[in-house]
């Protein structure tokens, strides 16, 4: 990797112009995006499409270097093949998009900084990104005390719609305890009673844990043990050979490189043979798969998404959505992998952000309350926007529910198990806003 992520290859062929003055990313027709290694910083596509119009300012926070580089490139991708349809469709209100990236290096003293400068310098009009749970939840604040909507795109922490909600920010798909609610049954019924859980040692693991643990045990399953393991150790062996005793099943809370690794550290130390492997569906992401062969067979995950063109996303809005998303990922990796959850979650958040400044009348940040209200309790069907599925995005708590996946791994391919339709993954609101 190159000194600063706007030097590398798949940021130059795509977003990033050096010879702007500012971090500008315009989100356009293919015609358009090409214009971006020129000086020009309106195209004149653009400006032939929507004359004098103001765009609308969308800021987005992504780790594009650092230990989340990886999964916050793919991240980006989903914005951006959001607001290129947005764009090439008019616009929303009759305005175009202007997409204004940043990178916060997967650092949450970075990702302050960065939304403080999005929010006062480059004055967006709403937000929608994040990646890292500990840099949501430092940046939430910011969007807050400005009063501007902030629609999360990745975090998981389970805080960030419950202890730590806040009026001014969604979380459009789904978190921990939906997620095991919906997967627990399956874990104690069909897979062993008794578990260990292995688990980044961070907000987002730490809260996922809480949330299995719990969910195990109302299934009349237990969990026997923990192993937390620091973000970003590259070395898990020391910690997983420390993992023993009589269980059924070990369930892995990790994602990128670390879920990798631990995958990796498992199945070379016969962990994987002596019990059933299973964790949240970040561990087997299709970028994961060419990089654990033969390691991550028979794996058992829950996801909210996953890159199969089987019932039920054997439809045309997810064709569509499969089809763009793999060419636009293969410009930042040419082995071309399959979109993975995070392409999805963003480019569906974004979409979100769309309908709710259309419902609302949305002009600018003065209309941020009325974006809120337009966004509180909102129900969406599956289709271009939504090729994931319905959803609902709950006005007590702004956290969306949606179907989730079973799936196991085989010939490193997903193949679904058992589909658990969003009804069933509700869980009560556990927040109050100030």
Same mark, same amino acid.
């Given at each position: 990797?190159? %000194? ?9 062929? +795509? ?12 989100? *356009? ?10 000086? +020009? *910083? ?28 990886? %999964? ?64 949501? *939840? ?117 994602? %990128? ?24 569906? $970040? ?7 060419? $990089? ?20 039920? *996303? ?63 309790? +909102? ?31 085989? %010939? ?23």
């Amino acid at each position: 990797m190159t %000194g600063r992520w706007q030097d590398e290859s798949w940021a130059r062929s +795509m977003w990033w112009s050096g010879k702007t003055t500012r971090r500008k990313f315009l989100a *356009l027709s293919s015609t358009a995006a090409s214009a971006l290694g020129t000086a +020009m *910083l309106v195209p004149a596509p653009w400006r032939e499409a929507f004359g004098q119009a103001r765009p609308y300012k969308i800021g987005t926070l992504q780790p594009l270097s650092g230990t989340a580089a990886a %999964g916050g490139k793919t991240a980006l991708v989903g914005v951006q093949m959001a607001v290129e349809r947005a764009n090439a469709t008019g616009g929303i209100n009759g305005r175009p998009v202007e997409l204004i990236v940043a990178d916060y290096e997967s650092k949450p003293d970075v990702g302050r900084r960065k939304a403080e400068k999005l929010v006062v310098e480059d004055k967006i009009d709403a937000h929608v990104g994040g990646y890292l749970s500990n840099v949501c *939840l430092a940046c939430m604040p910011v969007y807050e005390e400005h009063r501007l909507v902030n629609m999360v795109g990745v975090c998981l922490d389970t805080t960030i719609t419950t202890s730590k909600c806040s009026r001014y920010t969604f979380r459009p798909f789904d978190y921990a305890p939906a997620q095991a609610v919906a997967v627990s049954p399956y874990l104690v019924g069909k897979m062993g009673k008794k578990w260990h859980i292995a688990y980044l040692d961070y907000a987002w693991g730490q809260s996922t844990r809480d949330a299995y643990i719990e969910q195990i045990k109302k299934n009349g399953g237990d969990v026997v043990g923990t192993t937390g393991i620091p973000l970003g150790t590259a070395d898990m062996a020391p910690f997983v050979s420390r993992i023993s005793g009589s269980f059924d099943g070990l369930f892995g809370i990790f994602f %990128g490189a670390n879920a990798v690794s631990f995958t990796s550290a498992v199945f070379d130390l016969g962990l994987t043979k002596k019990y059933r492997y299973a964790g949240d569906g $970040a561990i087997a992401e299709s970028t994961h798969l060419p $990089a654990l062969g033969q390691k991550i067979e028979g794996f058992i995950g829950i996801n909210r998404y996953v890159p199969v063109l089987d019932p039920p *996303l054997n439809t045309p809005h997810h064709r569509k959505f499969f089809d763009q998303a793999v060419a636009a990922l293969k410009k930042i990796d040419p082995s071309g992998p399959l979109p993975d959850r995070y392409v999805q979650s963003n480019f569906e958040a974004t979409n979100f952000l769309k309908l709710g400044i259309k419902k609302s009348g949305f002009r600018g940040r003065e209309d941020t309350m009325k974006l809120i209200e337009a966004l509180e309790g +909102m129900e969406v069907k599956e289709g271009d926007d939504f090729p994931q599925g319905d959803k609902m995005l709950r006005k007590e708590d702004h956290q969306a529910f949606i179907r989730e996946f079973i799936f196991t791994i085989q %010939g490193n391919k997903h193949k679904i198990v058992e589909v658990i339709p969003r009804e069933q993954t509700i869980v009560p609101p556990a927040c109050k806003f100030v």
